[in-house]
């Protein structure tokens, strides 16, 4: 598994490191696809892998797709490809890996976990009621239809008014569309705004009994082998809601599944060439670029470069048209609105995959889709893209924004946070380059600002009210990296008046995300814990120098607690909380294994 290649990297002097990455890596100017893609796993780990001699695994080092960095990393007999370090979620803590089994792991079991399927026929039964369903359907319009856009909104109204009416006479089909609706929806939901839809059961437990009716139904209809673009539908439906629930490699991996059904019912062909009707092509553009959207997503939180960028496919953008201006029958589109619609949060990412893949600027070299982390672009040339972009995305969208519109002030925030995010993928310090301590100063602070604002950009879209029934999409965009980041730096200016400021952002961000004071067990959230511990001890010696009192953040105590009754141990070696904790002040943050998070066991990064 990685953790034990970053453990014994992180244990070597940096510039041995970085000679090693540089003497393994192609010196070719283009971009290389790397031997090992097209090489069966057993005969690359004899390929350019490095044995280091000490018990850890081997790895490879070469060429990524887009010239970068890319890894091959073998540990007990498996192996793991990773084309970027920095953009995958932070590690995982150590922990008792003797007494913590799979069920205490925190990520909830999918569809390629065991299902029981006993009760298929009777499945019908587990609907909600008429009115309930009603009341859900009217919910899915407002917090999911407008950050989706998978189908038209009057196409499946009369299939759910069928589930209200009468269950049982549903096809496999339209039952597990169903269920996949009442699932999202519950997500999208407070506890408290759900208790007024559904009475019962509380919605942790709503969201456990709808997922497995999700996917019992999804067996049932063969999900993994269907030619029906209602089962893909309600397939994507049940990915977009376990995307922060299930292990990000599960979701990857179905994915997958997802993009091979699209690929045999024809959907990365564009409609209009294959003779459909004008309404049918323009759905299938609809789930073809959310479907592509979200690969990109789930690609970009485990490392990977997602190969939908270098695919050759032609299905065109959905049109900037409200659902209501398309119907049964219609001969042609009509012409695109020229303000913002109902599909305006759906176009504006879709039309940054499509800046990516359109002929790029001359000054690029061909195919170099991926220019954000390209060795082959400068960085004045990343900076006036990112500019265009930014121009680009307020001619097109920001511009028609209205302050009273919910929809048009997620866009805003939106735009702006990932702009953000693309400074700081441009800026951030590469494995092979240098640790935080040795940037400049002015790239040091100009991250850590950028850091800041994507984080207070993720708490403005959690804490503003008009938007809060888009809260649910937001936290799939939640920057760990410079979550990450901030928290370092906090360490390394523990002494400095920022510091405070620094604390009262991440005590912020901790009591919001749902996850990070939500999901104790999970390997990512323990290592995050972890790191906020450690980042205040090393405040608090400081502070106990000074006069004045200065309360701990909540945060912090909140850590502490878990940290001590879920994974820690005094009693075990490497495991108390009052360690050395000097690592941090020389913490690089590219050598973060951002993967392990996703092995089966935990890693420890900061022992």
């Not at 209009?272 to 309404?279: A, E, M, P, Q, T």
């Not at 690609?299 to 997602?306: A, E």
């Not at 070696?573 to 092995?599: H, K, R, V, Y």
């Amino acid at each position: 598994m990685l953790r034990e290649l970053l453990m014994a990297e992180y244990r070597r002097d940096p510039d041995q490191v970085t000679q090693s990455a540089l003497s393994n890596s192609t010196t070719s100017t283009e971009p290389l696809v790397p031997d090992v893609l097209s090489t069966p796993c057993k005969s690359a780990k004899s390929q350019n892998i490095k044995d280091l001699r000490d018990g850890s695994p081997r790895t490879a080092i070469v060429r990524s797709l887009n010239g970068e960095q890319a890894r091959l990393v073998e540990h007990d007999e498996q192996t793991t490809y990773i084309d970027s370090w920095s953009e995958a979620k932070p590690p995982a803590a150590k922990s008792l890996e003797s007494s913590v089994g799979p069920a205490y792991r925190g990520f909830c079991n999918t569809l390629l976990d065991a299902v029981n399927t006993e009760d298929v026929d009777t499945l019908y039964l587990r609907h909600p009621s008429a009115q309930e369903i009603d009341k859900l359907w009217d919910r899915y319009l407002i917090s999911v239809h407008p950050m989706t856009k998978l189908f038209f909104d009057w196409e499946k109204e009369p299939l759910l008014k069928r589930a209200a009416e009468n269950p049982q006479a549903l096809s496999k089909a339209e039952q597990a569309f169903s269920f996949a609706v009442y699932f999202i929806t519950i997500l999208s939901l407070s506890d408290k705004e759900c208790d007024g839809i559904i009475s019962g059961p509380r919605r942790l437990l709503l969201l456990d009994a709808f997922q497995a009716a999700v996917e019992a139904s999804l067996l049932a209809v063969e999900y993994f082998a269907t030619s029906d673009l209602l089962v893909l539908q309600a397939f994507l439906l049940y990915l977009l809601a376990i995307r922060n629930r299930a292990r990000p490699a599960t979701c990857f991996s179905l994915m997958g599944i997802a993009v091979r059904v699209a690929q045999r019912i024809g959907l990365h062909r564009d409609g209009s060439l294959l003779g459909l009707s004008v309404v049918q092509a323009e759905e299938r553009r609809r789930v073809w670029w959310q479907m592509q959207h979200m690969e990109i997503m789930i690609s970009q939180v485990l490392g990977c470069l997602s190969m939908t960028l270098y695919a050759g496919w032609d299905t065109k953008l959905p049109a900037n048209l409200d659902d209501n201006d398309i119907h049964p029958g219609l001969e042609a589109l009509p012409s695109e609105r020229s303000d913002l619609t109902s599909i305006s949060h759906c176009l504006w990412r879709y039309q940054v995959l499509y800046q990516q893949r359109k002929p790029r600027h001359p000054d690029l070299p061909p195919k170099d889709f991926a220019w954000l982390t390209s060795s082959h672009v400068s960085m004045a040339q990343k900076d006036a893209f990112i500019e265009q972009t930014e121009r680009t995305m307020g001619e097109m969208f920001v511009q028609h924004c209205k302050l009273l519109n919910p929809l048009h002030v997620s866009i805003q925030i939106g735009i702006g946070a990932f702009i953000l995010a693309m400074k700081r993928v441009v800026h951030q310090p590469g494995v092979a380059n240098t640790k935080i301590l040795e940037l400049p100063e002015r790239e040091r602070e100009e991250f850590l600002k950028n850091s800041i604002q994507s984080l207070e950009y993720y708490i403005l879209g959690q804490t503003t009210q008009s938007v809060a029934q888009f809260r649910w999409h937001n936290e799939s965009y939640f920057q760990w990296p410079a979550f990450v980041y901030v928290i370092i730096e906090a360490s390394h200016r523990a002494t400095t008046s920022e510091a405070s400021s620094l604390w009262t952002l991440i005590d912020k961000v901790c009591s919001i995300h749902p996850k990070l004071t939500g999901a104790p067990e999970r390997p990512d959230i323990i290592a995050i814990g972890r790191l906020i511990v450690r980042a205040w001890h090393k405040r608090q010696q400081y502070l106990q120098m000074l006069p004045q009192q200065i309360e701990k953040p909540w945060c912090v105590t909140k850590m502490e607690r878990e940290l001590k009754f879920s994974v820690y141990n005094s009693e075990v070696p490497g495991t108390d909380l009052s360690e050395d904790t000097d690592n941090l002040i020389n913490f690089d943050f590219d050598m973060i294994d951002w993967s392990a998070c996703e092995q089966d066991g935990y890693a420890q990064v900061l022992d």
